[in-house]
T-cell receptor
Framework: GQQLNQSPQSMFIQEGEDVSMNCTSS?????WLWYKQDPGEGPVLLIALYKAGELTSNGRLTAQFGITRKDSFLNISASIPSDVGIYFC?????????FGTGTSLTVIP | DGGITQSPKYLFRKEGQNVTLSCEQNLNHDAMYWYRQDPGQGLRLIYY???????QKGDIAEGYSVSREKKESFPLTVTSAQKNPTAFYLC???????????FGDGTRLSIL
């Protein structure tokens, strides 16, 4: 099975800064998902995208479904300490989900 | 309280022993999934099931077995054939095709 290319692998930012991360695939997906995982916990769904070109927000988070259907982007505005964690993208094709390798975010107060 | 419950949170296995990880959901979700997560890596699919009494192998099914006798339950057995079982195991479920997955809180399996 494929794993998606997610970048950057890690980020260290100051509190209040904006964050951008992205995910690319060699395959087309029908759905793109973004999750956040805290240490020792399961991933929590942040945003689901269902249509190419779709731009969806959830509070300070904004994600986009790329028009080629092979990529997606997640932006976090005005970061706060509780944004710390690992962010995963996932693409859905049929009954299966394929995951990126994660972006580890550290927010420095 | 609805959700996906994995138990136990921590599990230790002796060499040559089979262990079973529990996953229960009360969300009436159709499909259930098991993933393995190793440090610094994404999630790798072990098995998934779309309906009761049916399941399919994922990318790393060797050394694992599952059953789906009830819609709510999808236990994973890590057999002695799995030579490197130490990992964080995540169970997920989704309502219908096209709907996103939701995850349990995971079980960390270690070798004694």
């Amino acid at each position: 099975g494929q794993q998606l290319n997610q970048s950057p692998q890690s980020m260290f930012i100051q509190e209040g800064e904006d964050v951008s991360m992205n995910c690319t695939s060699s395959s087309i997906f029908n759905t793109w998902l973004w999750y956040k995982q805290d240490p020792g916990e399961g991933p929590v769904l942040l945003i689901a995208l269902y249509k190419a070109g779709e731009l969806t927000s959830n509070g300070r988070l904004t994600a986009q479904f790329g028009i080629t259907r092979k990529d997606s982007f997640l932006n976090i505005s005005a970061s706060i300490p509780s944004d710390v964690g690992i962010y995963f993208c996932a693409g859905q094709a049929g009954n299966q989900f394929y995951f990126g390798t994660g972006t580890s975010l550290t927010v420095i107060p | 309280d609805g959700g996906i419950t994995q138990s136990p949170k921590y599990l230790f296995r002796k060499e040559g022993q089979n262990v079973t990880l529990s996953c229960e959901q009360n969300l009436n979700h159709d499909a259930m999934y098991w993933y393995r997560q190793d440090p610094g890596q994404g999630l790798r699919l072990i098995y998934y099931s779309q309906i009761v009494n049916d399941f399919q192998k994922g990318d790393i099914a060797e050394g694992y077995s599952v059953s789906r006798e009830k819609k709510e339950s999808f236990p994973l057995t890590v057999t002695s054939a799995q030579k490197n079982p130490t990992a964080f195991y995540l169970c997920a479920s989704r309502l219908h095709q096209g709907q996103p997955q939701h995850f349990g809180d995971g079980t960390r399996l270690s070798i004694l």
